[in-house]
């Protein structure tokens, strides 16, 4: 099977000669040619704006280790910078996002974009890569979550506990869904943009959706979920989603009828098979932290999860969570040499 094939058959829980495989932040800073082109750019806003570097750095992992698909180069805090926020990334910090939206004048001043005009960045990018990768291997879009999004847009940087988002969705629920409508109806069209510059499929990380309990999740995200997970898939692409710290809620986001969940690795395969995976594809779930391992070690943790979800109808290889930017190159080359065997 051709690269691409295999992992469209994976997303559709169709059979295959292996399972395909990707691994999330695979264009990063532990590869010492992305960070020569960071230096050349300047900084990371400055490459996810100039396509020809976007493209370059979603393409040299696959040049490296050659996996059965690429990632777009981009950030989940794209659309909202589009919405209207000011977004900026500090060195040690993180991203950093103004002002922070906590009433309904900052809800309404976020705004639904055209991504031609405010993300042509991206379609262009989007564009080369596909023209290098032909139709050999796959290409996958993405955009964040509701929730996710939400929170950064809510509590202005990364937070460890998300105090004003829970406030805002305890005692201003409806404001709080308002939000969540408005960052679904920017997304939804810049999704199908994706697909029109040549995404194969689409991947929504709520990354931070594991901090919510189950019943809040489904009562309060799951309703936009399912809004943006239907309308993405309207475009025909499949659709991930990817949840951090998931084994509580695994059957709630098989509700959001996903065709692919990502599930990290504190989720147990087999349970998480039993639990949905009739329903949906799996992707995952290799803790990213194995690969400050020695080579070897590596390679049999990877053997291990290959073979956790031999009997899985739909399993795309890919690491819990994203790649940490200090992962040593020997220990990532042996995690390929495995899984693309
Ligand atoms: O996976 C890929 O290779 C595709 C590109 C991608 C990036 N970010 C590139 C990036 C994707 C899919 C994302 C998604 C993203 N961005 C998420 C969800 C995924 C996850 O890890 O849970 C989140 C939460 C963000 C927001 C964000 N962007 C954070 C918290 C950071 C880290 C800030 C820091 O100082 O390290 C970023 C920056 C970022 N996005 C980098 C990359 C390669 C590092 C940029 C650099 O310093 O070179």
């Not at 379609?123 to 929170?151: D, K, M, Q, W, Y």
């Amino acid at each position: 099977m051709q690269p691409r094939e295999r992992f469209l058959a994976a997303c559709r829980r169709a059979p295959v000669d292996r399972p395909p495989a990707w691994m999330m932040r695979q264009a990063g800073r532990y590869l010492p040619e992305y960070q020569a082109t960071r230096a050349k750019l300047g900084g990371f806003l400055e490459m996810v704006h100039d396509p020809r570097a976007a493209a370059e750095v979603t393409l040299q992992p696959i040049r490296r280790f050659g996996m059965d698909a690429a990632v777009i180069f981009c950030d989940i805090l794209v659309p909202p910078a589009a919405m209207g926020a000011q977004v900026r990334f500090e060195k040690g910090v993180g991203p950093l996002l103004a002002p922070a939206v906590r009433d309904r004048i900052g809800v309404q001043a976020l705004q639904a974009f055209d991504p031609a005009q405010a993300t042509g960045f991206l379609a262009e990018a989007l564009s080369l890569v596909r023209s290098e990768l032909g139709t050999e291997r796959a290409l996958i879009g993405f955009c964040g979550a509701p929730f996710t999004v939400a929170s950064y847009l809510i509590e202005g940087r990364s937070s460890r506990n998300f105090e004003h988002s829970k406030a805002m969705l305890l005692s201003q629920p409806e404001l709080f869904g308002e939000l969540l409508e408005r960052i679904v109806d920017a997304s939804l069209p810049y999704l199908a943009m994706q697909v029109e510059a040549g995404a194969d499929a689409l991947q929504v990380f709520d990354s931070w959706g594991g901090t919510l309990d189950a019943r809040t999740y489904r009562e309060h995200i799951l309703p936009h979920m399912r809004r943006l997970v239907t309308g993405a898939q309207a475009t025909g692409a499949p659709v991930i989603v990817y949840l951090n710290g998931c084994d509580h809620l695994l059957e709630v986001l098989a509700e959001t009828g996903a065709d692919v969940l990502s599930i990290d690795w504190r989720v147990d395969p087999a349970q998480a098979m039993a639990r949905v995976g009739e329903r949906v594809a799996l992707q995952g779930n290799l803790d990213p932290t194995a690969l400050f391992a020695p080579p070897e070690v590596v390679e049999h943790e990877a053997r291990r999860v290959l073979e956790a979800f031999a009997d899985q109808k739909g399993y795309i290889f890919n690491l819990g969570s994203g790649i940490l930017p200090k992962t040593p190159l020997e220990s990532v080359a042996a995690l390929w040499r495995t899984v693309l065997r």
